[in-house]
T-cell receptor
Framework: SQQGEEDPQALSIQEGENATMNCSYKTSINNLQWYRQNSGRGLVHLILIRSNEREKHSGRLRVTLDTSKKSSSLLITASRAADTASYFCATLRADDYKLSFGAGTTVTVRA | DTAVSQTPKYLVTQMGNDKSIKCEQN?????MYWYKQDSKKFLKIMFS???????INETVPNRFSPKSPDKAHLNLHINSLELGDSAVYFCASSQDSLAGTYEQYFGPGTRLTVT
């Protein structure tokens, strides 16, 4: 069954603005990962945050994890047209070590 | 250098046919996966192999049969194709044996259309 749910489903922003998307999940996790998928391509791993971490940065990406609320957020700062893609959160469930993906947030960055 | 490759990229076939999708990774990873992505972009794991051994087998019809001749290859064979099998199939690999502890590397996908 689907573990993670992203919110919003779609997001349209102007170049230079920040984009924030959220992910909620249901069961205990080992880690949470964010992936990007450009149209017609495979998924690319962006960042992994473990269950004992609260925040992680990678370049223009900032991920937070709140295990008490079973939620995570991905912030992309100073967005660029090339950030236009779908973003997926994936949770590694603690009970069976299966990576479960949400349905994604489609981000459009307008030039 | 291509890390995870899949062939073919597109596959159009008729109901009832049998088809195979091939996957190869040159990353030296121990674990490989097959995922199905439906029209709503929902990605669901189908199978996972670690060092040629099946470790995850989700509830998929037994018309789907994975085969791992060695740890660098994981092929997917589908018998008696149905309309509902139309989707994009992704192969992926990861470094660890405890599937998912590390990030996964995805292939470019195979778009299967069953008519």
């Amino acid at each position: 069954s689907q573990q993670g749910e992203e919110d919003p489903q779609a997001l349209s922003i102007q170049e230079g603005e920040n984009a924030t998307m959220n992910c909620s999940y249901k069961t205990s996790i080992n880690n949470l990962q964010w992936y990007r998928q450009n149209s017609g391509r495979g998924l690319v791993h962006l960042i992994l945050i473990r269950s004992n971490e609260r925040e992680k940065h990678s370049g223009r990406l900032r991920v937070t994890l709140d295990t008490s609320k079973k939620s995570s957020s991905l912030l992309i700062t100073a967005s660029r047209a090339a950030d236009t893609a779908s973003y997926f959160c994936a949770t590694l469930r603690a009970d069976d070590y299966k990576l479960s993906f949400g349905a994604g947030t489609t981000v459009t960055v307008r030039a | 250098d291509t890390a995870v490759s899949q062939t073919p990229k597109y596959l159009v076939t008729q109901m009832g046919n049998d088809k195979s999708i091939k996957c190869e990774q040159n990353l030296g990873h121990d674990t490989m996966y097959w995922y199905k992505q439906d029209s709503k972009k929902f990605l669901k794991i189908m199978f996972s192999y670690n060092n040629k051994e099946l470790i995850i087998n989700e509830t998929v019809p037994n018309r789907f049969s994975p085969k791992s001749p060695d740890k660098a290859h994981l092929n997917l064979h589908i018998n008696s194709l149905e309309l509902g099998d139309s989707a994009v199939y992704f192969c992926a690999s990861s470094q660890d044996s405890l599937a998912g502890t590390y990030e996964q590397y995805f292939g470019p996908g195979t778009r299967l259309t069953v008519t």
